[in-house]
């Protein structure tokens, strides 16, 4: 079983910042995998935000491009996701992913206008 533990989410103003962090219970299968954040908004469905591979390229929605940054320490077993200049319409639950499957019990962010 693996476990990914998010963290970093909260209230923001529109134009702020906060860093998302997700870190895995065994390296093993953090190591060899991608890794994602997807979100998910009321009435919505879950979407891909961010993903990086173990080799570390990445792809990102059309709406968070320039945004968002992505990226992983594989010694820390942590996939991050950097959310700069956030607007009100990137308030969801945030939820790390790892490719085999697994996912994390979400973190919230609200950005107020």
């Known amino acids: 079983q693996v476990q990914l533990v998010e963290s970093g989410g909260g209230l923001v103003q529109a134009g702020g910042s906060l860093r998302l962090s997700c870190t895995a219970s065994?390296?093993?299968?953090?190591?060899?995998?991608?890794m994602g954040w997807y979100r998910q908004a009321p009435g919505n469905q879950r979407g891909l935000v961010a993903r990086?591979?173990?080799?570390?390229?990445?792809d990102y929605a059309d709406s968070v491009k320039g945004r968002f940054t992505i990226s992983r320490d594989n010694a820390k077993k942590t996939v991050y996701l950097q959310m700069n200049s956030l607007k009100p319409e990137d308030t969801a639950v945030y939820y790390c992913?790892?490719?085999?499957?697994?996912w994390g019990q979400g973190t919230q962010v609200t950005v107020s206008a």
């Open positions: 065994r390296s093993i299968i953090f190591s060899f995998g991608a």
């Open positions: 992913n790892h490719q085999s499957g697994y």
């Open positions: 990086i591979t173990n080799t570390g390229s990445t």
